[in-house]
């Protein structure tokens, strides 16, 4: 199969590739074509994920689909960008059939999900690599950067933390669990689900967001840094699922929560004013913490003593094999 019949077989027939809303012209020429709403900017992020570094060299390709959009659909997410198009840049070592259409379909499938189309892409022979590039559309001036945190406001995610770290030595065939525990850390790894429709509600309301990839003490880091403001994290207020908590107990539980990576949670911080309208729009919002006058990121218990854990930041894929 040569490189245009491999194109044109598993990207450009998916669904996820046929033109529409905002792509006036997709894959097959030397560039697309997005038409931007007059009014909104353009947001782009992109992002690699090399085998054995940040996936398995052996991993189910339907899953790597999904996964490899979904983490680059977060960086939308966390900018309030409403999802438009994207591209993959796709680097094999050979060309398997079965292995492309099931990578193929579980990348359509997160697209559909996700309202992003494939509008073009290059395939190239080596070692395999993915690289995707995502497009959304934001009114001017409302992205939601990291440096806008103000004392007084609230920290908060929306929703569980932790799952990804979890889901590590499960994913490494290190640990096993019960079909519960596994099935639900294992979704969370492998379709991770873009919090789209949240980032899309804070346009307007928190002063500043990202997605937590690195972990929440990790990226709280970069908020604090670039809006010149102190996190200050109340340990007892962090969301952690049923399957986490039974699976690492609660203080590896906790641990994981604060500096595993992979979750793609975003976490914002809100004036305490908008978070009833949030909640009542039926979002997920739990408020993790305060903003204060100062600098860094601290983690309190309940009784008010400084708890935060000395290594932080995510444990690279290829260092924890
Ligand atoms: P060019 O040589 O002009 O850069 P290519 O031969 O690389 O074009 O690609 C032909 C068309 O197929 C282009 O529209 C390109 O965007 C698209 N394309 C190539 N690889 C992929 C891919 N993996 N997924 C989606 N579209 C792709
Ligand atoms: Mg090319």
């Not at 799952?163 to 290190?174: E, H, I, T």
């Amino acid at each position: 199969m040569g490189e245009f019949e491999l194109i044109r077989n598993y990207f450009a027939a998916a669904p996820c590739a046929q033109a529409g809303d905002g792509v006036a012209l997709g894959i097959g020429d030397d560039c697309a074509l997005l038409a931007v709403p007059p009014g909104d900017q353009l947001a782009i992020s992109t992002d690699t994920l090399v085998a054995g570094v940040h996936f398995p060299d052996v991993c189910d390709p339907f899953l790597l689909g999904q996964r490899a959009l979904a983490v680059s659909a977060s960086d939308l997410a966390a900018m309030g960008a409403t999802p438009l198009a994207f591209t993959l840049a796709l680097t094999l070592p050979s060309v398997d059939a079965d292995w492309l259409q099931a990578f193929a379909r579980g990348l359509n499938q997160m697209a559909l999900g996700c309202a992003l189309r494939l509008i073009g892409g290059d395939t190239t022979r080596g070692p395999l690599s993915l690289t995707l590039t995502v497009f959304g559309c934001v009114p001017a001036g409302q992205a939601l950067t990291r440096s806008g945190a103000q004392p007084g406001d609230l920290l908060c995610v929306g929703g569980a933390l932790g799952d990804g770290a979890g889901a590590l030595p499960l994913v490494l065939n290190q640990r096993t669990a019960e079909a519960s525990i596994t099935q639900a850390l294992l979704a969370r790894y492998w379709s991770p689900q873009p919090q789209l429709i949240l980032g899309q509600a804070l346009r307007g309301k928190a002063t500043s967001a990202l997605d937590i990839s690195d972990g929440l003490l990790a990226d709280c880091g970069h908020i604090a840094v670039a809006s010149n403001v102190r996190l200050s994290i109340l340990r007892e207020a962090l969301p952690l699922s049923a399957a986490l908590t039974e699976f690492f107990g609660l203080e590896s539980a906790r641990e994981a929560a604060l500096s595993g990576g992979d979750d793609y949670v975003l976490a914002f911080t809100l004036p305490a004013v908008h978070l009833a309208e949030l909640r009542a729009a039926g979002l997920s919002v739990h408020v993790v913490g305060r903003v204060e006058a100062g600098q860094g990121v601290a983690v309190f218990d309940a009784d008010g003593q400084d708890v935060t854990p000395q290594t932080r930041g995510y444990q690279h894929f290829r260092e924890s094999q």
